[in-house]
């Protein structure tokens, strides 16, 4: 046969045959590309996922923050009434017994009067003894509960503690503006004045 001699003519077969050969090749360019595109959407994806959970992270700890500094703040609060309920508690206790104290304080000045005048008095030595008996008793008893006596006579005068009701001329220059003489005995209760000592004062 002449090289001259035309190509045969195709037969539809063979052109099938021939496009399915080149068809891979195509496939594999345009693959890489799809394949491109659709990590970077998910790698977008993914991106905008992670910053949604720190948000909601940040959201989270900022509650958590406020959470803990409420809970720190009543703690504090709370703490501060209890002490606060308590001092009130201890203070009504306080003002009760000083109050009953001092409704007591008439019968030591009625006793201190009694013994003073069955001193001076001829009555037996029984009444004598008994009225001092309960007086020591009744002291006794409210010196634990925090009384004491202010001791006034001889003492320079002193307005903290004394009540000056009259004045005195003494011949002695080492009295003048101490206490000559005691009128009504004064007392504390646990170290505060509830009565002033009312007191003569020599000038």
Request: glycine fraction near 4%.
């Amino acid at each position: 046969m002449s090289e001259n001699t035309p190509k045969e003519t195709q037969t539809p077969e063979q052109e099938v045959v021939e496009n399915e050969v080149q068809q891979p090749e195509a496939a594999e360019q345009v693959a890489p590309k799809t394949q491109k595109g659709s990590f970077l959407k998910k790698d977008k994806k993914d991106k905008e996922k992670i910053a949604e959970l720190e948000k909601k992270i940040e959201e989270l700890e900022g509650k958590a923050a406020k959470d803990k500094d409420d809970y720190i703040r009543l703690m504090a609060e709370f703490d501060n009434y209890r002490r606060r309920t308590s001092q009130e508690k201890l203070e009504i206790v306080s003002m009760a017994s000083t109050e009953t104290i001092k409704g007591m304080l008439p019968v030591l000045d009625d006793c201190e009067r009694a013994m003073q005048v069955l001193k001076d008095s001829d009555d037996s030595d029984a009444a004598k003894e008994g009225t001092e008996l309960i007086y020591n008793k009744l002291m006794s008893y409210l010196k634990s509960k925090g009384l004491a006596v202010i001791e006034a006579k001889g003492q320079p005068f002193d307005t903290d503690l004394h009540e000056a009701v009259a004045q005195f001329p003494v011949p002695e220059e080492d009295m003048k503006g101490k206490v000559f003489d005691v009128v009504q005995t004064g007392y504390t209760l646990n170290g505060k004045v509830i009565r002033f000592a009312k007191v003569v004062v020599g000038i």
